[in-house]
């Protein structure tokens, strides 16, 4: 194997990897490894921790195509540290990869390709489109609410799901959950989502993936197979391996009715947020919320350290009422909205409250209560 | 107690107590809180750790005078998350601290500032002046020497002292070592340096004043007592209690001659260790420098995982010589010094390497080489 590659893409390419290699490797595992081919004019590159695949390639000068896999974390160090505009790659004897630019070389132990775990192809053969910006807002609006904790069965990833606009458009919808709050969140596709027997997907990969469409224009494929789902990017694809549980039927833990509805102004009440949360230290950051007519009282209060009180303006439709939410939960759910008001509608005490974009049907949240003391 | 304070200098204010204020206090220690004195037109504050003291004054308007110490960190983060002009801060019952901005209200939970412990002042009243920038570039060449361990005895401060320039200027000379490595840094001072029984001042006192110094005009004053120092800045002064143990006889250590002289392009040589460095992952880092007469071959390599080799331009006087040296101590030496080029003076394979810039005689560093496999 013999290339020369740009080295400001070969970076990009390493950086992206290193999210999907298994960290916890120990140090030699195949897992912890980048496998490069060159063939052609491109060098392909894939790092898998098994569960998740990155398939990716890049134009490079391929004078004698060939394999090998090499640990991706020294790989990135090493052509980070590099400044010469290209990097020329050789694999020498004993599977060690010289890489060279301007007066350094670097010489990195190498496994044979051969002995990189091979991802099995997707079943699947229809799939959807939708825009990459699409798919980033969804998932900004989701990602958070997934358990964080891989052991909740059945939360520690996002279903995804089609449902029909009110004017008939096919929507990609995307729900997580932790128990405590919900999110799902909605944008139009062409083609066919074809779910096959699971759909819920791995937060990791998620997570992933909305780096990568980070910034990027046009359209984004996504299918659907009976274990795993893959999302194609221009120059790049993510498969990820479906998670055998399945998620709750959210849709019974929805409200379809509310006895107040409270508007308040997006900034406003985050910034007042951001102040209560300093005194609201315990596990689920309670803080109290008092809803008047025209003002919102926001408190919390931390035992032999302080208490902090902030008002925002609101309009209150229905009776006022005093509860309690997780105040990091709220603010989670405001910084992913981007309108300049917020709906909130709320039933009684330990009621969810639903939050919403008043100019928009895409997204909706739920937050449970907490009790007071 | 009652006043109005500019928020952004009172941030300031306890941005900079935060340093000093005891982190692993017990919740509600009087150590982990500011003590906070109104009275004429200023606000005194005070935030000690018993060995290590700042006092500072901000301008406030004072309707009430008085003093409470509230916890440093809670109401720096209360201050921090304010966004109005001006804070209003009312001492209530209980020893509650009352702060005001717009909307927000606060109430912070305060100590007696009767209990909050008492810096003894110095017994000293002979002290030098030094301009602040001067004083900044002596810390930075010479603060990244100190053990970091505090229980290296004798080693975990650095030791100041008066040496005359060679046109007779008096020189404030301040000398760290971890016993691998040495630096001085010196630089011209008016007035008087009285050192009492003890020279040695701790490194967390020397790295706040660095902080407190950053950017500063004009001149700093700087008294030693028999086992304090302090340090006068425009509006703040920090007060250090000095180590009991001897800093060792340095000058013992340093070389007088030397057979070789290796002169080298800082900048090229940086880079070329930051690569090294890659593969130089031993607890020593050692990296062999492989010096010829017009290059010098850097070169490190981990088992299992790879190599690297750097060439870098030189003018050798000397015969050629192979040596090990830690290169994360090199490269310490060269980011703290400005010049274009730098001359490393060498013995033989095992002796002490002297760092210079060639232009300035205000600094010197010594590394002790490391044996080579």
């Not at 052509?79 to 890489?99: H, I, M």
């Not at 990820?240 to 039927?249: G, K, Q």
């Not at 006895?259 to 950051?285: C, G, N, P, Y």
Request: negative net charge; glycine residues 8%.
């Amino acid at each position: 194997m013999d290339f020369i590659i740009d080295r400001d893409s070969f970076l990009q390419a390493l950086t992206r990897v290193s999210g999907f290699v298994e960290r916890k490797a120990q140090n030699g595992s195949i897992l912890s490894s980048v496998l490069l081919q060159a063939d052609g004019a491109v060098l392909r590159y894939t790092g898998t921790d098994k569960a998740l695949t990155l398939f990716g390639s890049v134009p490079a000068t391929v004078k004698v195509p060939g394999e090998i896999a090499v640990d991706a974390g020294y790989l990135l160090n090493t052509v980070k540290s590099l400044s010469g505009a290209t990097v020329t790659c050789t694999l020498g004897d004993q599977q060690r990869l010289e890489v060279r630019s301007g007066n350094s070389v670097f010489r990195l132990v190498g496994q044979p390709g051969a002995e990189f775990p091979v991802t099995p192809p997707l079943d699947q053969s229809r799939s959807l489109r939708i825009a990459a910006d699409a798919l980033a807002r969804v998932l900004d609006q989701t990602l958070f609410s997934i358990a964080p904790d891989d052991n909740r069965y059945g939360l520690n990833g996002a279903h995804f799901e089609e449902v029909t606009g009110t004017d008939g458009t096919a929507l990609l919808r995307v729900v997580a959950t932790d128990g405590n709050r919900l999110s799902w969140s909605q944008a139009p596709f062409s083609g066919e989502l074809a779910i096959g027997r699971k759909s819920l997907v791995p937060r990791k990969g998620l997570a992933e993936v909305r780096r990568l469409v980070e910034g990027m224009k046009g359209e984004v494929e996504i299918a659907f197979g009976e274990r795993a789902a893959v999302v194609r990017l221009d120059d790049c694809t993510v498969h990820m391996r479906l998670l055998e549980a399945d998620f709750p039927d959210y849709r019974q833990v929805l409200p379809t009715t509310f006895k107040r509805r409270a508007s308040v102004e997006r900034a406003e009440l985050q910034e007042a947020l951001k102040r209560v949360l300093i005194f609201a230290t315990d596990i689920s950051r309670s803080v109290k919320f008092a809803f008047t007519e025209d003002a919102l009282t926001l408190t919390s209060r931390k035992l032999d350290a302080g208490e902090s009180r902030e008002e925002v303006q609101t309009e209150l439709h229905g009776e006022p009422i005093t509860m309690g939410f997780n105040g990091r939960f709220l603010q989670e759910v405001l910084g992913v909205l981007g309108s300049t008001r917020v709906l909130l509608e709320l039933g009684d005490t330990l009621s969810p409250c639903l939050v919403k974009d008043p100019g928009s049907p895409d997204a909706l949240f739920v937050v449970m209560p907490v009790r007071l003391d």
